[in-house]
């Protein structure tokens, strides 16, 4: 059980690692005018919260830094809304209240507003995205090599992707293998569509058509990757290579891949509520020492979006998290407008 000391205790080396990026020692913790205990008390907490999993240390300083369970608590427990945000409100005001912005540049505005404003990589995912489903996908051969697959959602919006056919694959192969797709993806939703190509994909009856997998996998996914462009909304991509934990050329390559293909749509999710997603909850090499931090947007009672930031797991909770709800606010009442 921790107690209210080591609350305290955690929260503060939280919140300082969070601006300073370096290990928290006792000394530094004596200087807070609400921790006003001894060296050696403050040293037997961080000692206790670092057996319980809540502190790490490490190799180079005898300071501690939190530990993912350390900010799953703290998330969960001890975060407060940094007052000094709302300030920054009628920035965001300022935005919204534009009659000359169509909603497309509101938004993109009030992301890169977010960006600056955070240092970290915003995303926004319309309605749209969210709750559509795969209503049919089906395909238009354009001779003996080529085709035209088809993918059309239950609110009538379609999309389009030309594919070649390899020597050895027929139009005939290609149907069957576009009917196991349908139903494969029937019915489910769009945001599914890449994880289930991915994962479900492999396992279907297409076996036999092994050697066409990637390409096939590949077709569709530009084409979902479109439907999911036309509410996808990007800013600040490069904030996090700017991160010192960011510093592996390998997962900068795939987490911009990652972004290119809106895999990120299924990470943010469509929760009720605030929702924090750390490394392991996201199993996503790129991610392992990022956050990703979302809130929904309610239009009605069917419909919703999200907006959400990634950053590194230390970044300022208690900056961020008022300033996506604010913008949340902001983004559902934008669209209510629109369909009065």
Do not use: C, W
């Not at 004596?30 to 502190?55: C, I, V």
């Not at 969960?76 to 009659?99: A, C, G, K, Q, Y």
């Amino acid at each position: 059980m921790i107690s209210s000391r080591q609350k305290l205790i955690l929260k503060a080396i939280v919140d300082i690692f969070s601006e300073t990026a370096e290990p928290v020692g006792s000394k530094v913790l004596m200087d807070l005018p609400y921790l006003n205990y001894s060296s050696a008390t403050l040293r037997y907490d961080m000692a206790t919260l670092e057996e319980m999993g809540f502190l790490e240390k490490t190799h180079t300083s005898s300071g501690r830094v939190p530990s993912e369970k350390g900010y799953r608590y703290y998330v969960d427990h001890l975060v407060t809304r940094d007052s000094d945000v709302v300030r920054v409100f009628p920035m965001i005001d300022e935005i919204f209240n534009r009659n000359s912005f169509t909603r497309e540049t509101t938004i993109k505005e009030a992301l890169k507003l977010l960006t600056e404003l955070t240092n970290y990589t915003a995303v926004a995912v319309g309605p749209d995205v969210l709750q559509s489903k795969i209503k049919k996908v089906d395909f238009i051969p354009l001779g003996l090599t080529d085709a035209v697959v088809l993918i059309v959602t239950d609110r009538g919006h379609v999309q389009h992707q030309q594919i070649h056919i390899k020597d050895g694959m027929s139009i005939n192969d290609l149907k069957e293998v576009i009917k196991t797709l349908d139903d494969l993806l029937q019915n489910r939703l769009l945001s599914d569509a890449i994880k289930i190509l991915k994962e479900e994909y492999a396992a279907s009856e297409l076996n036999q058509f092994m050697d066409y997998q990637a390409q096939i996998i590949d077709s569709f996914i530009q084409a979902f990757s479109k439907f999911a462009s036309d509410s996808f909304y990007l800013s600040g991509m490069t904030n996090v290579f700017e991160q010192p934990e960011f510093n592996n050329l390998d997962h900068i390559k795939r987490f911009i891949d990652m972004m290119d293909r809106r895999e990120i749509i299924k990470l943010i999710g469509t929760e009720e509520g605030l929702t924090v997603r750390f490394g392991s909850d996201m199993q996503i090499k790129p991610l392992n020492q990022m956050t990703v931090v979302s809130i929904p947007y309610r239009i009605n009672e069917n419909e919703s979006g999200t907006i959400a930031l990634l950053g590194p797991t230390r970044m300022a909770y208690q900056k961020v998290i008022p300033l996506l709800e604010y913008i949340a606010a902001n983004l559902a009442k934008l669209y209510k407008d629109e369909k009065e």
